[in-house]
């Protein structure tokens, strides 16, 4: 069982950063591919970025790559996204999930463990 809870989010203008953090609990955290959804209103939740259990591969959404960083620290059960230049289009509420398997993916029907979600607003 992992139970996992965002923090992070919040109200920001256009071309800002934001570091979204997700802290978790549970044995199984450190074998454990994570990643980072998000879903707008009105729209489908979307894949965001991944990360495998190691931290050593990563993916990115093509809306997302080259602005944000997904990252991990296993010690301290932490995964975190780094969000750079954002724009209008990233307001969601974005949320981590974990995965039973190490191996990263960009499907949400392979993530397990979700958690409430945190909210990114961003102004133009």
């Known amino acids: 069982q992992v139970q996992l809870v965002e923090s992070g989010g919040q109200l920001v203008q256009a071309g800002g950063s934001l570091r979204l953090s997700c802290a978790a609990s549970?044995?199984?955290?450190?074998?454990?591919?994570m990643g980072w959804f998000r879903q707008a209103p009105g729209k489908e939740r979307e894949f965001v970025a991944t990360?495998?259990?190691?931290?050593?591969?990563?993916a990115y959404a093509d809306s997302v790559k080259g602005r944000f960083t997904i990252s991990r620290d296993n010690t301290n059960k932490a995964v975190y996204l780094q969000m750079n230049s954002l724009k209008p289009e990233d307001t969601a509420v974005y949320c981590c999930?974990?995965?039973?398997?190490?191996?990263?993916?960009?499907?949400?029907?392979?993530?397990?463990?979700w958690g409430q979600g945190t909210q990114v607003t961003v102004s133009s």
């Open positions: 990360i495998n259990w190691s931290g050593g591969s990563t």
């Open positions: 999930a974990a995965g039973l398997r190490g191996t990263m993916s960009q499907r949400s029907h392979e993530y397990v463990y």
């Open positions: 549970g044995r199984t955290f450190s074998s454990s591919a």
